[in-house]
């Protein structure tokens, strides 16, 4: 049988990229996402027929259009091409040409002609205070419109911190009662897609194995997809050998904050904070590109109860495990003797093989008398 060969001379035209480099981006979609190398062929061949493009409505509610303006300015090669030619963008209130009544009729009749098959992206938090009078679009509230669209959407997708959880307009006291798209469409399988603003990577991979396979791929139990929320930033993090070896920059321009220590004590949630910035960085700019690459610890804003709850400079719930405290801070050199901050690690790390080499000899004592008693009765 012979295998179906796609013709990609249509999409060079329309991308402005030779197959090659289409090709090569899949192969890198594929990849993050985990899949096999068959994968991007599969991306790439969804990509390549219009006919498997959804239409997608996007809604916009409480938040700064931060999500929409990421995705925009994205430094992937050719990404705003492929997101504007992946989907078909009938409806979005950032980048819609038209306006009025003309614009919300178009959106109506694209979910009455597409149910069960368009894909619904939510931009924001959604007011539910005093039946959600704080957020209106075209006379009607977001909390109306976000129920009206999500009724018959074959997906649905919250980008963004604000639209995961709520974000900063969800902060105490929250006057108008902002809340996630998944707490307010209850019963609905809605993707989480947090940060602020979320990488754009995060989305377009999410949304090009909805195009492959017609699914969302596999969440967390926080409705994430796992292949970029599966990770604490603390794990993946190349300041993590300072962490482990107690190197801690304690101020913004000291000796430590210089040199690129670990910047836990300097309120830095990567520790609690689930994604993958480290490893792909914002945008794929590489240059480190992203708050802890430019010496700002991060602040937990794909988190919900970390980013916008959690005071900055406070320090995070470490996951993992504590950083050694044995280890002494820069400003403690003289105190120690002028010992090191690497003399210190591998103080403690004899210590530490001290420990365990007599928690060992305690077990095989414990174990040997154990056996005598046996032998006794």
């Known amino acids: 049988m012979t295998a179906h060969r796609i013709d990609f001379s249509e999409v060079e035209k329309r991308l402005g990229v030779s197959r090659r480099t289409f090709l090569k981006f899949c192969a890198g979609v594929a990849a993050s996402l985990g899949l096999p190398a068959s994968a991007a062929q599969a991306m790439a061949e969804a990509v390549a027929d219009p006919k498997r493009r959804p239409p997608v409505i996007w809604l916009h509610g409480q938040e700064c259009t931060g999500p929409s303006e990421s995705l925009l300015r994205s430094e992937q090669p050719s990404l705003e091409h492929l997101i504007l030619d992946l989907i078909s963008l009938d409806y979005h209130q950032t980048l819609d040409a038209g306006a009025g009544h003309f614009v919300e009729d178009i959106k109506k009749k694209t979910m009455a002609e597409n149910k069960g098959k368009y894909l619904l992206v939510i931009e924001g938090a959604i007011p539910v205070k005093d039946d959600g009078i704080y957020c209106k679009i075209g006379g009607e509230t977001m909390l109306h419109i976000t129920h009206e669209?999500?009724?018959?959407a074959a997906a649905i997708v919250a980008f963004g911190s604000c639209a995961a959880w709520g974000g900063v307009q969800a902060a105490e006291p929250n006057p108008t009662g902002a809340t996630g798209a998944p707490q307010v469409l209850k019963g609905k399988n809605v993707v989480s897609i947090p940060g602020c603003p979320p990488n754009p990577a995060n989305f377009l991979g999410t949304v090009l194995y909805f195009v492959t396979y017609g699914k969302l791929p596999p969440l967390d139990d926080k409705g994430r997809p796992k292949w970029a929320y599966s990770r604490l930033i603390h794990e993946n993090c190349y300041r993590r050998p300072h962490f482990d070896a107690g190197r801690f920059a304690t101020e913004f321009g000291d000796e430590g904050h210089r040199k690129g220590w670990c910047l836990y004590k300097l309120g830095c949630k990567g520790p609690e904070t689930y994604?993958?910035?480290?490893?792909?960085?914002?945008?794929?700019?590489?240059?480190?590109?992203?708050?802890?690459?430019?010496?700002?610890?991060?602040?937990?804003c794909s988190e919900d109860g970390v980013g916008f709850s959690k005071p900055l400079f406070s320090l995070s719930d470490v996951k993992t495990h504590t950083p050694p405290n044995m280890f002494p801070d820069i400003a403690d050199r003289q105190e120690t003797g002028g010992l090191s901050a690497t003399g210190a690690a591998l103080a403690g790390a004899a210590v530490g093989t001290a420990v365990g080499a007599s928690l060992m000899a305690a077990k095989k004592l414990k174990e040997a008398e154990g056996s005598v008693t046996d032998q006794e009765e």
Not at 149 to 152: D, G, N, P, V
Not at 281 to 290: A, Q
Request: aromatic residues 10%; hydrophobic residues 35%.
């Open 149 to 152: 669209a999500a009724e018959h």
């Open 275 to 300: 994604n993958n910035c480290p490893s792909l960085e914002f945008n794929n700019v590489g240059g480190n590109v992203w708050p802890v690459g430019v010496g700002h610890p991060c602040f937990g």
